[in-house]
C-alpha cells in the first residue's frame, strides 16, 4: 500500500486525526457496538440502517468515546510543549509497576505520537514518549508497549513504508526498546520479567500472515467473514476479549489496514465492526488509513460533523512540529 501522493501533506494529518476520531465513533456506536460481542451482529443493523454511506456520524447518536478524547489530549498536550519533559529522568510522573496493567488504553491515544516524531532519525525519541506516555497508565509491557505500536505505525504510514513491512519493523524496534527499560531505572526487573509476551504474540501473528520476513502479500485464511473474524481476533487476545489489550488492539488494526486497501468501508468492516473492542481497534486503523489515502472514498456523513471535529483539525500544529514548518 503505497502513501497517494494526490494527497496533500497536511490533509493527511488532518485525515488522520479526523478518521481516528470517525473510527472511534462508528466502533463505538454510543457503548452499543463496543459491547456487542457479536461481528454478524453489527454488519447486520449496519444493513438495516442503509449502511455504512448512510452513518451521520453526530451528536447524540454518534459520539466519540474516551478513545478520542485522550488521543486529542495527548496530541494537545504534544503540541504545546509537555513533549519537552525527559523520559526516563527520576521520578516525576512514575507510577508502580502493575501486573494487570496490560489493557489497550495507551495504544488508543498514541498515534499522535508518531504524527510527532515520523522521521527515522526520531525513532529514539518515539521509543522514549510513547513508552513514558503509556506507563503514565499503564505499566507494564504488554500495555506501553501498545503505544509504542500505534506511534511507530502512525510513523510508518507517514514515511509512506509498505505496509508488509511494519511488523517486522516493529520486532526490530522492541531491542531498543528494552535497551531503554533498561537504562531507564524505573522497576527494571519486573518490566523484564514480563517482557516477552507483547514479543511472542507479535511474532506468532506475523508467521501466520506470512509476513515473517517481511515480505507479502499478507495471507488471510480461506474463510474470513465477520463471524470468521470474531473467531480469529480472540486468538490474537490476551484473554478472549479482542482488541483489548496492549499488544492485540494495533494488532487488529494492522490485520484491518492489510486486508482492506483503499477500501473505507472493508477498513470499518474489518477494524471497526467486529465483536471484540471494536473502537480502540478502529480509532488506530482509521487514523493509519488517513495517513495513507486521505478523506478519499469517505461518506462525508462519517466525519464531517464528528464531534471535537474542530480540534482534530488542530493537528496542523503536530504537522509544523514534525516538518519544521510555520502555520500559514
Given at each position: 500500500?503505497?502513501?497517494?501522493?494526490q494527497v496533500p501533506p497536511k490533509?493527511?494529518?488532518?485525515?488522520?486525526?479526523?478518521?481516528?476520531?470517525?473510527?472511534?465513533?462508528?466502533?463505538?456506536?454510543?457503548?452499543?457496538?463496543?459491547?456487542?460481542?457479536?461481528?454478524?451482529?453489527?454488519?447486520?443493523?449496519?444493513?438495516?440502517?442503509?449502511?455504512l454511506g448512510k452513518v451521520r456520524?453526530?451528536?447524540?447518536?454518534?459520539?466519540v468515546s474516551d478513545d478520542t478524547?485522550?488521543?486529542?489530549?495527548?496530541?494537545?498536550?504534544?503540541?504545546?510543549?509537555?513533549?519537552?519533559?525527559?523520559?526516563?529522568?527520576?521520578?516525576?510522573?512514575?507510577?508502580?509497576?502493575?501486573?494487570?496493567?496490560?489493557?489497550?488504553?495507551?495504544?488508543?491515544?498514541?498515534?499522535?505520537?508518531?504524527?510527532?516524531?515520523?522521521?527515522?532519525?526520531?525513532?529514539?525519541?518515539?521509543?522514549?514518549?510513547?513508552?513514558?506516555?503509556?506507563?503514565?497508565?499503564?505499566?507494564?509491557?504488554?500495555?506501553?508497549?501498545?503505544?509504542?505500536?500505534?506511534?511507530?505505525?502512525?510513523?510508518?504510514?507517514?514515511?509512506?513504508?509498505?505496509?508488509?513491512?511494519?511488523?517486522?519493523?516493529?520486532?526490530?524496534?522492541?531491542?531498543?526498546?528494552?535497551?531503554?527499560?533498561?537504562?531507564?531505572?524505573?522497576?527494571?526487573?519486573?518490566?523484564?520479567?514480563?517482557?516477552?509476551?507483547?514479543?511472542?504474540?507479535?511474532?506468532?501473528?506475523?508467521?501466520?500472515?506470512?509476513?515473517?520476513?517481511?515480505?507479502?502479500?499478507?495471507?488471510?485464511?480461506?474463510?474470513?467473514?465477520?463471524?470468521?473474524?470474531?473467531?480469529?481476533?480472540?486468538?490474537?487476545?490476551?484473554?478472549?476479549?479482542?482488541?483489548?489489550?496492549?499488544?492485540?488492539?494495533?494488532?487488529?488494526?494492522?490485520?484491518?489496514?492489510?486486508?482492506?486497501?483503499?477500501?473505507?468501508?472493508?477498513?470499518?468492516?474489518?477494524?471497526?465492526?467486529?465483536?471484540?473492542?471494536?473502537?480502540?481497534?478502529?480509532?488506530?486503523?482509521?487514523?493509519?488509513?488517513?495517513?495513507?489515502?486521505?478523506?478519499?472514498?469517505?461518506?462525508?456523513?462519517?466525519?464531517?460533523?464528528?464531534?471535537?471535529?474542530?480540534?482534530?483539525?488542530?493537528?496542523?500544529?503536530?504537522?509544523?512540529?514534525?516538518?519544521?514548518?510555520?502555520?500559514?
Amino acid at each position: 500500500m503505497e502513501v497517494s501522493p494526490q494527497v496533500p501533506p497536511k490533509e493527511r494529518y488532518h485525515a488522520a486525526m479526523v478518521l481516528s476520531g470517525a473510527g472511534d465513533a462508528l466502533g463505538y456506536r454510543n457503548q452499543r457496538w463496543e459491547y456487542c460481542t457479536s461481528g454478524p451482529q453489527i454488519h447486520q443493523e449496519l444493513q438495516e440502517m442503509g449502511g455504512l454511506g448512510k452513518v451521520r456520524a453526530i451528536l447524540p447518536d454518534w459520539p466519540v468515546s474516551d478513545d478520542t478524547v485522550l488521543h486529542l489530549a495527548t496530541a494537545e498536550a504534544l503540541a504545546t510543549g509537555t513533549s519537552q519533559l525527559h523520559p526516563g529522568e527520576p521520578e516525576g510522573y512514575h507510577i508502580p509497576f502493575n501486573p494487570n496493567a496490560t489493557g489497550c488504553g495507551a495504544a488508543m491515544r498514541s498515534m499522535c505520537i508518531g504524527l510527532r516524531y515520523p522521521h527515522p532519525s526520531d525513532l529514539s525519541t518515539l521509543i522514549q514518549v510513547s513508552i513514558e506516555s503509556g506507563r503514565m497508565t499503564h505499566h507494564h509491557p504488554t500495555g506501553y508497549l501498545g503505544a509504542l505500536a500505534s506511534a511507530l505505525f502512525t510513523s510508518y504510514a507517514v514515511q509512506g513504508l509498505p505496509l508488509e513491512r511494519w511488523g517486522v519493523g516493529l520486532l526490530k524496534t522492541l531491542p531498543l526498546a528494552l535497551d531503554y527499560i533498561q537504562g531507564a531505572a524505573a522497576e527494571k526487573d519486573p518490566n523484564v520479567g514480563a517482557w516477552g509476551y507483547f514479543q511472542e504474540k507479535w511474532e506468532w501473528y506475523l508467521s501466520e500472515r506470512g509476513l515473517a520476513d517481511g515480505q507479502g502479500p499478507a495471507q488471510f485464511p480461506p474463510a474470513y467473514s465477520p463471524a470468521d473474524r470474531d473467531v480469529i481476533y480472540k486468538t490474537f487476545s490476551l484473554d478472549g476479549w479482542a482488541g483489548r489489550s496492549g499488544h492485540d488492539a494495533p494488532m487488529i488494526a494492522y490485520d484491518a489496514l492489510l486486508g482492506a486497501g483503499d477500501k473505507w468501508d472493508e477498513l470499518c468492516s474489518r477494524a471497526m465492526f467486529h465483536g471484540g473492542d471494536s473502537d480502540s481497534t478502529g480509532v488506530i486503523a482509521a487514523c493509519c488509513w488517513g495517513l495513507i489515502h486521505g478523506f478519499k472514498g469517505v461518506p462525508e456523513g462519517n466525519h464531517a460533523e464528528l464531534e471535537y471535529r474542530d480540534r482534530m483539525i488542530a493537528a496542523d500544529s503536530l504537522y509544523h512540529l514534525a516538518w519544521g514548518q510555520m502555520p500559514l
